[in-house]
Every structure is written in structure tokens, then in C-alpha cells.
């Protein structure tokens, strides 16, 4: 028997990577949150596909631990523990920082990063917290970008909706982000001078206190739920 037989297969894991794709995408923008139960029939109806499909794009999105099956009660938008917090950030600065690293001059990429410090901006003059978190993962992941490379490119966009997660466990987006705004532009200040071990050293600083800040965050969290 030839690949012939895997032909249908074929089409119906492509279109779940696609409805995976979109699923993804709106975590990413934070309109699933953490803990919320995804309606198959909503979805199904939604989106026009039928519910294998689904189901093949929710177990793909649970190996890429954004979704969680609980046995008898559904599937849900997972809710990030801290050592996920500590291994996402192990991660980033692993790559962010090797990333910027080898720079030795302006990025010819540099007005695309540019471009997303910019969408902070406008964010945050609009009070617009979301939105300046949106733009802040993606000056990280044009960062990241010019590694060049695809795979590092995928791999951050994973990230990417699993830190949407993350930050839904600030009560307050603003006092989250606000404050890497100014940051934002130091590095992409020091960026454009082309000095890549200076630019890396900065991101290895912010990045360690983003992490402290998430964690802190938790152990609140965790404090007030045992206070309950």
C-alpha cells in the first residue's frame, strides 16, 4: 500500500494546522483567557469545519500546551503555572539575547522593530493596555527575527500566545507594561548603533526582571487564593 491511503489524512491535518492557526492567533490576542472552557459546537459553527477537525486542531494546540483536556468536562484554555513562567523566560533569553548579539550594525530590519515600539506608543496614549502588550511580544519576536531563521521565527510565535496567557495573571495590564515601554526604546536606541553585545546585555536585564514580576505576581495570586 502506497501513500495513496494517507491522501485524506493528509487533508484533514491541514486543515486542522490551519483551524489551529486561527485558534492560536486569538489566544495570542488574548480573546481566549485562561481557564475558559472552548465550546466545540460554537467553534464547529463558527468556523465551517467539522468537529474531527476541531479535535485535531485542539490536540495540537494542547502539545503546544495552550489547551488542556480535562476528561469528562471539555477542553480549556490552559492556565500557566509559574515554572512555566520561569521556563518561557528561560527560553526568550536564550534566544532574544543570542539574537541581537552578533548585530555589528543598524539591523536592516530595524524600522520593522521600530514600527512595533511605535504601536506602544500609540497604545499607551490611548490607555490601550492589550494592545501595548500585543505590541511589546511583537518588538520581542522582531527581535528574536533577526536570528533569521524560520524555525526560531515559529517557535517564538508559540511563545508568543503562551506569554498571553501568562500575562492575564496581571490583575493590571498596565503595571505590567507601561513600564517596559521606555525600555523598549533604550534597546532599540542602543540597536541602531549596531552595538549587539550592549543591545543583549540590556535585554538579559529586562527579561530577568520581567520574569521576577510574573513570579511575584503569581505568589500573590497564590497568596489570595489561600486567604479565600
Known amino acids: 500500500m502506497g501513500l495513496e491511503a494517507d491522501r485524506g489524512l493528509l487533508g484533514r491535518t491541514s486543515t486542522a494546522e490551519r483551524v489551529a492557526g486561527v485558534l492560536r492567533t486569538r489566544v495570542s490576542e488574548g480573546y481566549f483567557r485562561p481557564g475558559v472552557r472552548l465550546s466545540e459546537q460554537d467553534i464547529v459553527n463558527a ?63 530595524f524600522e520593522k522593530i521600530a514600527s512595533t515600539v511605535a504601536d506602544g506608543d500609540r497604545a499607551a496614549k ?66 541602531a548603533t549596531g552595538d549587539g553585545i550592549r543591545t543583549a546585555e540590556m535585554l538579559a536585564v529586562y527579561l530577568d526582571d520581567a520574569e521576577a514580576q510574573l513570579v511575584e505576581a503569581y505568589a500573590e495570586l497564590s497568596g489570595l487564593a489561600e486567604a479565600r
Not at 76 to 93: L, T
Request: net charge neutral; hydrophobic share 45%; glycine share 4%.
Open 47 to 109: 468556523l465551517g469545519v467539522s468537529r474531527n477537525t476541531l479535535r485535531e486542531a485542539f490536540r495540537l494546540l494542547t502539545h503546544e500546551r495552550l489547551l488542556v483536556h480535562e476528561l469528562n468536562r471539555g477542553v480549556f484554555v490552559r492556565v500557566p503555572s509559574v515554572e512555566d513562567v520561569r521556563d518561557i523566560y528561560r527560553v526568550r533569553k536564550i534566544i532574544e539575547c543570542a539574537a541581537v548579539r552578533d548585530v555589528t550594525e543598524k539591523p536592516a530590519a
Open 126 to 191: 490611548h490607555a490601550q493596555w492589550q494592545d501595548l502588550g500585543t505590541a511589546n511580544i511583537r518588538f520581542h519576536a522582531e527581535l528574536a527575527a533577526l536570528t533569521g531563521s524560520e524555525r526560531i521565527v515559529e517557535l517564538m510565535q508559540a511563545l508568543a500566545a503562551e506569554l498571553r496567557l501568562v500575562f492575564h495573571v496581571m490583575a493590571d495590564p498596565r503595571r505590567f507594561h507601561e513600564r517596559y515601554l521606555p525600555r523598549n526604546h533604550e534597546i532599540l536606541d542602543v540597536l
